[in-house]
């Protein structure tokens, strides 16, 4: 089941004509994770959700409050039974109408659940080795850090880690420095200092970023510094990790033939669960 604007249907309806989601990929979105009922992180998600509706200049409902928001959501998870652990999609488009210039700036939005194998964050000892995407740059700029329904960066940037035998890549800017993986923000740990790049690098605005530069902030044993990353750092470093709401952290084995330690994921995992 998926929820259309609030209506719970069985199926997608086949608007996909006139759909500006689809046609120019006018549209910005929002992947939680719902544990027992409960939307993790749910006022970040709604207010970078807001954010970013305001940045693309579409007209914010009314109703859509984060209260609405969340019934919404878990609406869609109980439609679908997998209240205990789910990934939940929330789209939010353009109404159709016009080219490149839109007819309104009212939205529509979808709301799709399925169900996730494991509620909490555990950390995985598989080997997970990672290359650089140098086919296209991210720019350094605000419309960088949404996450909007273009994602064609990321979709070949996964189809070429396919094809060369990685489990990600990591995407450089303009600069030619490290911003992010495909998978989500990128974390760097060199002794007792861990680095991940600035917003202003034109990385993703990442909501597990986020709680994990909460939780490093109210810590003594690691500095934290914001500030460009560029490839021949990753090779100095000891540590590499990924961080996304869904699967949290995610440790990285391998860098072009070198190999990372995950001192600081383990000891940044029980103070992930404990937020949950």
């Known amino acids: 089941m ?61 109703n859509f409050t984060m209260e609405f928001f969340e019934s919404e959501l878990l609406k869609t998870v109980a439609a679908n039974s997998c209240t205990d652990a789910a990934r939940v999609r929330c789209t939010v488009y353009r109404n159709s109408g016009g080219y490149y210039l839109p007819q309104t700036n009212t939205v529509s939005y979808h709301i799709q659940a399925t169900a996730l194998s494991s509620a909490s964050y555990t950390l995985s000892t598989e080997p997970y080795e990672v290359d650089l995407y140098k086919d296209f740059y991210i720019a350094k700029q605000l419309l960088s850090t949404l996450k909007t329904t273009n994602k064609m960066l990321h979709i070949t940037g996964s189809i070429y880690a396919q ?16 911003v992010e993986a495909l998978n989500g923000n990128l974390f760097m740990r060199n002794g007792l200092t861990v680095t991940t790049p600035p917003l ?38 000891d ?5 996304n709401v869904i699967r949290g952290i995610q440790p990285i084995s391998t860098y072009r033939k070198k190999n990372y330690s995950t001192d600081l994921a383990s000891y940044l995992m029980p103070a992930l669960n404990s937020l949950l």
Do not use: W
């Open 239 to 243: 540590e590499l990790f990924i961080t």
């Open 163 to 178: 094809e060369n035998g990685l489990h990600s890549c990591l995407i450089l800017n303009e600069s030619k420095n490290v």
């Open 200 to 237: 202003t690098e034109g990385c993703l605005n990442g909501i597990m970023r986020k709680q994990l530069l909460r939780v490093l902030s109210k810590q003594s044993t690691y500095t934290l510094v914001e500030q460009p990353i560029s490839p021949f750092d990753l090779q100095k470093a």
């Open 2 to 62: 998926v929820n259309v604007n609030g209506e719970l249907q069985s199926t997608t309806p086949d608007s996909m004509h006139d759909n500006r989601g689809f046609l120019y990929g006018d549209g910005v979105f929002e992947t939680l994770k719902v544990i027992n009922g409960k939307v993790l992180f749910l006022e970040d998600h709604y207010l970078r959700l807001l954010s970013s509706m305001r940045i693309v200049r579409m007209k914010i409902p009314m």
